[in-house]
């Protein structure tokens, strides 16, 4: 079974400065790759996703993330953190089934901006 | 494009009492997907419809738990008999064809006392 692991839970950063955030998956075949982000209360967003293809793939909000095969690794990166940034992040993996997509969630780390 | 809607967004009931949420994904998404959230952890999948076929039921489905999507379009999702570890959040995506990108609602909060 498939499954993703962020290790980082809480991260706190200073607005500007860049982040990265960690997850790693467990998948037997090639995967299919998400990052969300969670606003308090809220659903999930859809920051970037990776198929096949370049394995460094743009997002929204000047998000970008890298899939590296031989790490099992899709780490979340940005170059200048935004206040408005702070939220929580949640990286998925997807299996195809029946025709659709069932998502397996990571634990999440929530990010914390300083000012 | 008005987005995924779940009614209510928050819903607090007695242990023991049946919930009905609902769930409106984007028109013309034809798979429709429900999630429970627990505090401090990621969504897990509940179940999975394309059209109105219910194609996939995860463990975490208990007996208690049923959902339905007639004709296709909106999906509801019943609890009976409530209990204290149902409290969670509940989320509902959808995905059009042949698209893997779930767009998520924003969630019904179950609070069971």
Known sequence: ?115 | DTGVSQDPRHKITKRGQNVTFRCDPISEHNRLYWYRQTLGQGPEFLTYFQNEAQLEKSRLLSDRFSAERPKGSFSTLEIQRTEQGDSAMYLCASTPYPSYEQYFGPGTRLTVT
């Open chain 1, 1 to 115: 079974a498939q499954s993703v692991t962020q290790p980082d839970i809480h991260i706190t950063v200073s607005e500007g400065a860049s982040l990265e955030l960690r997850c790693n998956y467990s998948y037997g075949a090639t995967p299919y790759l998400f990052w969300y982000v969670q606003s308090p209360g809220q659903g999930l967003q859809l920051l970037l996703k990776y198929f096949s293809g370049d394995t460094l793939v743009q997002g929204i909000k000047g998000f970008e993330a890298e899939f590296k095969r031989s790490q099992s690794s899709f780490n979340l990166r940005k170059p200048s953190v935004h206040w408005s940034d702070a939220a929580e992040y949640f990286c998925a993996v997807g299996e195809l089934t029946g025709g659709g997509n069932k998502l397996t969630f990571g634990t999440g780390t929530q990010l914390k901006v300083e000012l």
